[in-house]
């Protein structure tokens, strides 16, 4: 899947557009993400396919549409190296990910109290890439191959929290993200006749502070 940052920016966008009397807020966000790592197994035996914990940063852009309900255009990058591991032996190659999306906020208050407890659906998409150095052996390349490529995916964006209002413009919220893809199989190509024709999830915890105009 081929798909460039300017034509997916610009559709994401268009579920951003302004009214007359609504507040936008603007965030910085920092965190940690997990990922749920894939099992696969071939005629040479087992072993666990996926990412590392990284460290995340993004920043979005949030409009109030309503008082309970609000858009949110999300970026986030996260370092997280490629990994196959089986047994006592693990093969690591440097990687990271970036993620675009538009998500749906539900407040269970409206935008004057203090605390706004929120569930967050959305969807978007996710740009693996392997940035190491490519060598002529990997260990464990008899299950999955470690490569130096990009690859698009799309993305599904489960999660909720709560924003504490700190001023009449700033505030501070604490959320957990499941961020959800399929599997991505030319950054990480399984050998052996294996498919993984699965779900990835990254678990995020992360904290987010927003200035509101």
Not at 92 to 118: C, N, T
Not at 170 to 180: G, N, T
Request: net charge positive; with cysteine.
């Amino acid at each position: 899947m081929r798909i460039r940052w300017r034509s997916v920016t610009a559709a994401l966008l268009t579920a951003c557009a302004v009214g007359a009397g609504q507040e936008w807020e603007v965030n910085g966000l920092a965190g940690g993400g997990a990922y749920r790592n894939l099992d696969m197994a071939n005629r040479f035996g087992r072993a666990a396919v996926g990412f590392t914990p990284g460290a995340l940063f993004g920043a979005s852009l949030v409009q109030h549409y309503y008082r309970h309900v609000s858009g949110e255009i999300r970026w986030t990058f996260q370092r997280s190296d490629l990994k196959v591991a089986s047994g006592a032996e693990t093969a690591k190659f440097r990687g990271s990910a970036h993620a675009i999306h538009y998500d749906w906020l539900i407040h269970a208050q409206p935008r004057e109290a203090l605390v706004r407890p929120f569930f967050a659906v959305g969807a978007g998409f996710r740009n693996y890439r392997g940035t190491g150095s490519e060598r002529a052996y990997q260990p464990l390349s008899q299950f999955a191959l470690l490569t130096r490529t990009t690859e698009w995916q799309p993305l599904v964006s489960l999660g909720g929290g709560a924003r504490v209002r700190l001023s009449p413009r700033i505030s501070l919220a604490a959320e957990f993200r499941d961020y959800l893809t399929p599997f991505p199989r030319k950054v990480i190509e399984p050998v052996g006749g294996v498919r993984l024709d699965r779900w990835l999830h990254d678990l995020v915890p992360s904290l987010a502070v927003g200035i509101r105009f």
